[in-house]
């Protein structure tokens, strides 16, 4: 193909998407439908993930057609939109689950408190000790908190906004590939535990494949989820406030 018709399908291309929303809403619909595919196709290997595999083939597509992210992130607000009513429907697991939650609200505490301290202690410590700016220090210390929370939380203390969203998905993708061979060398059986645990480490991303591997494990990590929001957005100001490197 020559240089000249792969300028014109560029320049055909921009203009479209640029014009209408729909090209990328639909690009990014069939480009996640074939990296579900693949994934299932692969027998749920976790490297696969499809939104690991899918935000790859979308970043190389931006990448080569030149587009800038916020021409993208417009296109597929609408996608964006779907991701209140999707959480408020993490409630049906969880309310299915109410009579052994309200057995393990101890165990449950613990883990949470633990699980949320090591998080953002964690984050801060190893950004400090590869020289990570207080900005940056203060941007990936509420990575395992679901965007909604994380953002908010780094923007109003100073940290980069863009790069507390970074430090998310990668904690989601990575946690929610790491979770299954952690959890067999832990030898997890109860899902409950597994679902806690990947829904504590790798918020919404975590979830998604939780409930994709057993409905109790799905609503245990949608309440270890929401709850680690709200302990991340309690604790993150007192860590804060006594970590000496901030």
Same mark, same amino acid.
């Given at each position: ?55 790859? %083939?979308? &970043? *190389? /597509?931006?990448? !080569?057609? $030149? @587009?800038?992210? #916020?021409?993208?992130?417009?296109? +597929?607000?609408? =996608? ?85 969203? %970074?430090? &998310? *998905? /990668?904690?989601? !993708?990575? $946690? @929610?590939?790491? #979770?299954?061979?952690?959890?067999? +060398?832990?030898? =997890? ?58």
């Amino acid at each position: 193909m020559s240089t000249s018709l792969l300028e014109r399908l560029h320049t055909a291309w921009l203009s479209l998407a640029e014009g209408s929303p729909l090209p990328w809403l639909v690009l990014t619909m069939l480009v996640y439908m074939a990296a579900m595919a693949i994934y299932r196709k692969s027998g749920n290997r976790p490297l696969l993930i499809p939104v690991f595999t899918g935000v790859v %083939v979308i &970043v *190389a /597509i931006l990448m !080569i057609t $030149g @587009t800038p992210y #916020a021409t993208y992130r417009s296109g +597929v607000s609408l =996608l964006g939109l779907m991701i209140g009513p999707a959480t408020v429907a993490l409630a049906i697991p969880l309310y299915a689950q109410r009579e052994r939650i309200s057995q393990l609200w101890l165990p449950i505490s613990v883990a949470l408190l633990v699980g949320c301290l090591v998080a953002l202690l964690s984050a801060l410590g190893i950004a400090w000790a590869f020289g990570g700016s207080q900005a940056t220090l203060i941007a990936v210390a509420p990575k395992s908190a679901t965007i909604p929370i994380a953002l908010p939380m780094a923007e109003r203390f100073g940290g980069t906004p863009s790069l507390a969203a %970074v430090a &998310v *998905a /990668i904690t989601g !993708i990575s $946690g @929610t590939m790491m #979770a299954p061979l952690l959890c067999r +060398v832990l030898r =997890l059986k109860d899902p409950a535990v597994e679902g806690f645990a990947i829904g504590l480490t790798a918020h919404a991303i975590g979830t998604a494949r939780a409930i994709q591997l057993n409905p109790t494990a799905g609503a245990f990590s949608a309440l270890a989820m929401g709850l680690n929001g709200v302990a991340t957005a309690v604790l993150m100001p007192l860590v804060l406030a006594i970590a000496p490197w901030i």
